[in-house]
DNA sequence: TCTAGCTTCGA
DNA sequence: CGAAGCTAG
């Protein structure tokens, strides 16, 4: 290859990036590109993404290189820039969602050299099948056990030099405005990284589902925008083997997706299943005033701070499809919007399962939002910090409010009337 | 090498 | 309930 355009996506990094090492190694000259797509709204996510597009030009011009930005659509902006400069070449990540799915073929169906990479996920989509035959898996469990005994490729260096030919309108980069939840970018992402798994990453195993506490990584939207490779991040994370059972859940969330792209939109399994309508319901659950405490709470956080606690991502979703009867795609859209780390494999292959229509085999679980809040949040700490209405509120009551002779002000009554006592 | 049927187990 | 893995044939 003599000039390759590095296609950048949600691989937003230098460090182990196997598109852009081959196409430096390879190719004589290396044009990095991302595409901004104008469809994507302003918020959370947005402000992050273009945070992570400036520090990726700040690594590449470090190595003598840049980063290319346009507008639009992504393959005909891609094409267009081919053919000015010449390309002959166009490396990138491959991906998982029916979205990148549909633009990996359109490249394919153009008349260039379109070659993927792997880098997304620890293990490729396709690289794992169950032994009984099936394309993918649909249990965790024997997931895992494969995942662990998958031979993995070796994690690459950042790239020394970055050849982008001269003379490139590099194309301006909006500045984000105001600065968002959490900083964007490979170093802060790669600082972030260091911290966890030197203070972290041995509290993980008995911490993480300690609401209050929160002692997980946070290092989720750095994985969303492969600020992180993750294969970097699990293999450095190897002693704590609960926390690599979560790379590997996003793992298998990808590969269920590679294989089931509608998994954002369609149940995965019992297509026939129905769900109730109920927008004022609904409003309540997104503004996080259902009257269940616990489920306020992680609402409210995901509101203020565009990231929710794992098991208050279980705990809300349960209560919105089983005990409110909504349907998963509502709930869906709207962690979505919130979300730093919104992702589709993840998003909606979690959803799926805490509806009952996803990758989970055992037929009537039950998710008991009180039985929860007292076994994650014994204390009440996590509620009174998001749920200011309960702030003073005693430890024996602040996930009962119903229960005090004079309820707090401010504080809406119970939606469901039906939970049950924990 | 393949398959039927049995066992195990599930964020 | 039903997926996956194992074992016998």
Redesign the pocket.
Same mark, same amino acid.
């Given at each position: 290859m003599a000039t390759a355009i590095v296609l950048f996506n949600r691989d937003l990094r230098v460090h182990d990036h196997p598109a852009l090492a081959a196409a430096c190694e390879r190719a004589e000259r290396v044009v990095p590109l991302f595409v901004l797509d104008p469809a994507v709204p302003e918020g959370n996510r947005r402000g992050f993404l273009l945070e992570c597009l400036a520090e990726l030009r700040a690594a590449l011009r470090a190595r003598d290189g840049d980063l290319v930005v346009r507008q639009g659509d992504v393959v005909r902006e891609t094409m267009k820039l081919a053919a000015e400069v010449g390309v002959t070449t166009i490396c990138a990540s491959a991906d998982v969602s029916s979205l990148a799915r549909r633009r990996e073929e359109r490249f394919a169906g153009e008349r260039i050299e379109y070659l993927l990479f792997p880098g997304v996920t620890v293990v490729p989509p396709d690289a794992l099948r /169950?032994? &009984? #035959? #099936?394309d993918? %898996? @649909?249990?965790? =469990? /024997? %997931?895992?056990?494969?995942w662990t005994r998958h031979p993995r490729r070796p994690v690459l260096p950042p790239p020394r030099a970055v050849r982008t030919p001269s003379g490139l309108a590099a194309g301006r980069l909006p500045r984000p405005q105001p600065p968002g939840p959490a900083p964007g970018g490979e170093p802060a992402a790669r600082e972030r990284a260091d911290r966890w798994l030197r203070h972290g990453l041995d509290g993980y195993a008995d911490g993480h589902d300690d609401l209050a506490g929160d002692r997980t990584s946070r290092l989720s939207p750095y994985l969303r925008f492969g600020c992180l490779s993750p294969l970097e991040l699990a293999c450095r994370a190897e002693r704590s083997e609960s926390f690599v059972?979560?790379l590997c859940?996003r793992d298998f969330h990808h590969q269920v997706t590679y294989a089931f792209p509608r998994i954002g939109r369609e149940n995965y399994?019992h297509p026939e299943r129905r769900w109730r309508q109920d927008p004022d319901a609904l409003q309540a659950w997104q503004a996080g005033m259902t009257g269940l405490p616990i489920v306020d709470a992680g609402m409210r956080q995901l509101l203020a701070e565009g990231w929710m606690h794992?098991r208050a @991502?279980?705990i809300t979703a349960a209560y919105l499809v089983r005990h409110l009867g909504l349907d998963w795609r509502d709930g869906v859209r709207h962690f979505f919007q919130h979300l730093l780390d919104g992702d589709v494999a993840?998003n909606s &292959?979690?959803w799926q399962?805490?509806a009952g229509t996803g990758?989970? =085999? @055992? /037929?009537n679980r039950t998710f008991n939002p009180l039985r929860q809040a007292k076994r994650y949040d014994p204390d009440g700490h996590y509620v009174r910090r998001y749920v200011p209405e309960l702030a003073g509120v005693p430890a024996p009551y602040v996930h009962e409010p119903w229960r005090l002779p004079s309820p707090p002000a401010g504080y809406p009554a119970r939606l469901d009337s039906a939970a049950d006592q924990g």
């Open positions: /169950p032994s &009984g #035959g #099936g993918h %898996y @649909r249990v965790f =469990t /024997p %997931y895992w056990r494969a059972r979560q859940w399994r794992n @991502r279980l993840d &292959g979690n399962w805490v990758n989970d =085999t @055992r /037929p």
